[in-house]
């Protein structure tokens, strides 16, 4: 066979044409071929073969492993041209082998719809029993005219899902939608044209524009996007939205009212003619139409337009794209029922993968688009979790919860790698106010205790599709990755933290791109996450990156809320490995070191370190204290709070009624006197020995009398009341409230009045709402609400449809979800918890005049003295800092009096401040060792 140049050429297999590892492959020609402009190809044995006329755009080679080979040759660039009209120039033949009887694919030059196409290749193919190295083949031979293009933008090696990929980014739904969104806009109709006509025509390009609509109804369109141009023979319809469905309805019902002339019989011949596309082709001014009828008409026409419509932005996208500096980013609908949609956008990296020379140090701006290595971006699937160890996210949240989280679809824990920087977004459907400059974005950051965690367990399509706000979720590093410390500016610590800086960074950069609004951020975290929105309140890293901050379950004023670095224990730990490591080149060994041998460090340093340092082996270390550069912690943040070195915003922060408790031993809790002392005692002397530890250091001519602090927590929390030996659940009840008020109700309280204190706008809570549906709470009556189960009523739980097997949720379980997420959305959007119509309750502002918390519990209702143990939050505050620091001040004190001679004064010391209600307890800082005897000789 000959082209139309009258040549012919016959090309002999050759070796290259197919990959080492035998995958089919898709090259573009890198030189000019060694043919004429317009060869054609002819088959093994000479015979011609069936032509078919194609467009081309630029050079093109498709390697197929077999004998037979496709060229076409041309050194023209690429060019985007109408499909219908290639330019004749560029126009070639080429052969198509048909061994047997294969069927072969149509060309496809762009102008068909690509769904449709995509899925009678697939038939194809299966039905040829094509592979992946038959199928690139023939789908690159397919291309034609301006589809030819897509090829320009790959990589020289293609295999077939990224050529199928490329296909769907150029002509799939999101790119058709938009091509005919805008032919939409500018289509009018012509003086010739009728309106039946010209409704057929825009009902065509509305079936392009949505090809998933039934029926050829456009699913919906607002005006900006679909005006009505009518032309001056024909009324104009001044509604604003139209859906052409309800048009053909009214508009027949406008034709069956014009006098005698419309019979029954003739209304449903019109019927018919309208069903079959046709209409009634008569111009309808050229009708005469009783003006009051046309104007009822007119009138229902409207009603049923406004009832009918829904908004375009709600439209069914099935890949809904963002383009991102030349970078088309594919996301996923995810919805909680039919008609409540949002957009997911998962897995897109913030910085660079911190691996080699970049670990262990601050995170590196990703660069879009050169750091990403290709023009689409499948944004459809979470990517890793950070390194970490597994089962302490099962121990910080339960099993039973952990179970629930984990069956998700598409959720994998156990999927880690140290290329872990990404986020998820989350985008609600619609588009926001006009004047609102976009949705308010919340940024979310995982519990954990900045040992374990991800962002992928807790999903917030609920609250987002509910409250209409942007939810981003990112990974940080933890563990031994995100807060290995050695004391110096090469490996200072806290690159987790600087890591949630890095994702605050990259939304201020890109958020607008999702719809979002750069000036309405709010950070919220929980456990661990909490206390890293409280870091960043005071960390110069974060300044101005956000609006308004939410610390649930978490803070600074928690013990243990930072860490102090210990960096001869770990250096010494990695010299006695076998790994080859110097005390001079520590920092580029541990960066050179195999990520298993890490995790092995991360898991058996803690024995190594033992009471040396205490439970608490990797967090946030003060890195100001040796680093001079921009830190990211300057000094302690306690004292930072308290001297108002804070960045000032709006505040929300509380704590559940069980926090602190392990709910895997319930059966050993206190229940007589005896126990409850035991209990306490011992939870309290390996507490105060650590903490003498931190005060005496290596001090071994003091020790610290903890007989005196532990008699004065029993003193406090034993019960006292007469029903103490008849109702045993008092010792355990009150066990319950010493474990949470320790940490957390004294912490929230304290930040509070901190923030408080700088006129910000503070609000704290306790969450005391036991989940009534079955499975969802502990159980045992007895037991509140134990640490992370308030995020299932915070996330909207009883509405996800990701759990499996499903949960029959209690309806009050979801109204109380509604009112929490009522509140919680409307501090992101207002910086206030304004109440909502289901709670009647006002949430009031946290001052030190007014110090009240909400209580969310059935009902809603702000503390006082009997709901809020306000004495147990001073004892926790004021009272016992005030004996931890005297004996830091007596640490250099000779005790003359012995242990038997103390003890009176000890607890004569303790009733005395304890009857003076803790408010003259401030003078104890002033008594000498002689006095208490805090401290004895060993």
């Known amino acids: 066979m000959t082209t139309r140049s009258g040549r012919a050429f016959r090309r002999p297999p050759t070796p290259e044409a197919t990959s080492g590892d035998g995958e089919q492959e898709f090259l573009l020609a890198q030189e000019e ?40 040759v041309s050194p023209q660039t690429p060019q985007i041209f109408p499909s219908t009209n290639p330019p004749p120039a560029t126009t070639v033949s080429y ?19 690509w769904e449709s196409y995509y899925r009678q290749f697939e038939m194809i193919a299966r039905k040829n029993r094509w592979d992946d190295e038959t199928k690139v083949t023939e789908l690159g031979a397919a291309l034609c005219g301006p589809a030819v293009t897509v090829l320009s933008g790959l990589p020289r090696l293609v295999l077939y899902p990224a050529l199928v990929e490329a296909l769907e980014a ?15 806009q500018s289509r009018v109709q012509q003086p010739e044209e009728g309106i039946v006509e010209y409704h057929r025509e825009m009902r065509e390009i509305g079936r392009k524009a949505w090809p998933d609509s039934h029926d050829g109804s456009l699913e919906g369109r607002a005006e900006s996007q679909f005006p009505v141009n009518l032309g001056r023979d024909n009324p104009s319809w001044g509604v604003p939205i139209l859906n052409f469905k309800c048009l053909r309805r009214s508009s027949s019902g406008i034709w069956a009212n014009q006098g005698d002339a419309a019979s029954r019989a003739t209304e449903r011949r019109r019927r018919k003619l309208w069903r079959r596309g046709g209409g009634l082709r008569r111009p309808m001014m050229s009708l005469v139409l009783h003006r009051r009828l046309v104007v009822i008409h007119l009138r229902l026409l409207l009603v049923i337009l406004l009832v009918d419509v829904r908004v375009v932005d709600g439209a069914r996208i099935k890949n809904p794209q963002v383009l991102i500096k030349g970078v088309t980013v594919i996301g996923k609908e995810i919805s909680i029922s039919r008609t409540q949609r949002a957009t997911a956008f ?9 691996v080699g020379d970049l670990r262990f140090s601050p995170p590196e701006k990703i660069s879009w688009p050169s750091d990403v290595d290709r023009p689409l971006f499948n944004a459809t699937t979470f990517r890793p979790s950070c390194h970490q160890v597994t089962q302490n996210i099962e121990k910080a949240m339960g099993r039973y919860l952990f179970n629930l989280l984990v069956k998700q679809p598409g959720v994998n824990v156990s999927h880690q790698k140290e290329d872990c920087l990404y986020l998820n977004i989350y985008v609600p459907e619609g588009r926001p106010p006009m004047d609102s400059g976009g949705w308010p974005v919340v940024i979310w950051f995982h519990p954990g205790d900045f040992s374990s965690g991800t962002p992928i367990l807790w999903d917030p399509t609920a609250f987002v599709i509910k409250q209409k706000v942007i939810v981003v979720s990112p990974s940080y590093r933890l563990d031994i990755f995100g807060f290995m410390s050695l004391e110096n500016d090469d490996i200072p610590g806290n690159f987790g933290l600087m890591d949630q800086v890095a994702a605050m960074d990259w939304v201020h950069d890109h958020i607008g791109l999702f719809n979002g609004s750069r000036n309405d951020v709010m950070i919220w975290g929980h456990s661990a996450g909490g206390t890293s929105v409280t870091l960043h309140l005071v960390s110069e890293q974060s300044a101005k990156k956000f609006h308004k901050a939410v610390a649930m379950s978490g803070n600074v004023f928690l013990p243990d809320s ?9 250096v010494n730990y990695f010299l006695k490995q076998e790994y080859g490591c110097t005390r001079e080149k520590i920092e580029d060994c541990l960066r050179n070191l195999d990520v298993t041998a890490l995790k092995k460090a991360s898991e058996e340093l803690p024995e190594e370190l033992g009471e040396e340092y205490g439970p608490w082996i990797w967090g946030p270390v003060i890195d100001g204290y040796f680093v001079e550069d921009n830190p990211f912690l300057r000094d302690d943040p306690k004292e930072m709070f308290k001297t108002k070195r804070i960045h000032k915003v709006p505040l929300m922060a509380g704590f559940t009624d069980m926090e602190d408790i392990d709910t895997s031993d319930l059966d050993n809790f206190p229940v007589n006197k005896k126990t409850f002392t035991d209990s306490v005692s011992k939870v309290f002397y390996d507490e105060l020995h650590l903490e003498a530890l931190k005060i005496l250091g290596n001090d071994s001519g003091c020790a610290l009398n903890e007989d005196f602090i532990v008699n004065s927590i029993l003193f406090h929390y034993t019960p006292s009341s007469p029903e103490m030996n008849e109702d045993q659940s008092l010792f355990r009840k009150r066990y319950i409230e010493l474990a949470t008020d320790r940490k957390f109700g004294a912490g929230t309280y304290a930040l509070g009045e901190a923030m408080s204190s700088t006129d910000s706008f503070t609000y704290l809570y306790r969450f005391d709402y036991k989940m009534k549906s079955t499975g969802m709470s502990v159980n045992r009556e007895w037991v509140g609400v134990p640490h992370q189960y308030d995020l299932p009523i915070f996330w909207g739980m009883p509405y996800w449809t990701t759990i499996n097997p499903p949960i029959i949720w209690n309806n009050i379980d979801k109204k109380t979800s509604d009112v929490v997420m009522g509140l919680l959305g409307n501090f992101t959007r207002y910086s206030i918890p304004i109440q909502n119509k289901k709670t009647t309750t006002t949430w009031e502002r946290f001052t030190s005049i007014n110090p009240r918390l909400l209580i969310m519990d059935k009902t809603f209702n702000m503390s006082d003295s009997s709901s809020f143990d306000y004495k147990s939050v001073l004892f926790w505050n004021e009272y016992y800092p005030l004996i931890i620091e005297s004996v830091s001040n007596c640490c250099n004190s000779t005790a003359t009096l012995g242990v038997s001679e103390v003890q009176p004064l000890l607890i004569t010391s303790i009733l005395f401040y304890y009857s003076l209600s803790l408010f003259t307890a401030v003078t104890i800082s002033h008594r000498t060792c002689s006095d208490l005897n805090i401290f004895t000789d060993r």
């Open 33 to 72: 071929p060694e043919v004429g402009e317009g060869a054609a190809v002819v088959g093994p044995e000479g015979q011609n073969e069936q032509a078919v006329e194609v467009g081309v755009g630029g050079q093109l080679v498709a390697r197929r492993n077999e004998s037979m080979r496709i060229m076409q």
């Open 95 to 113: 052969a198509l082998s048909q061994p047997g009887k294969e069927t072969k694919p149509r060309p496809f030059d762009g102008s068909v719809d």
């Open 170 to 184: 150029r002509y799939g739904v999101r790119n058709q939608t938009q091509l005919y969104l805008a032919l939409l």
């Open 346 to 354: 998962l897995g897109i990296p913030y910085a660079s993968p911190p």
């Open 562 to 570: 930072i860490v102090q670095p210990r960096r001869n224990t770990i």
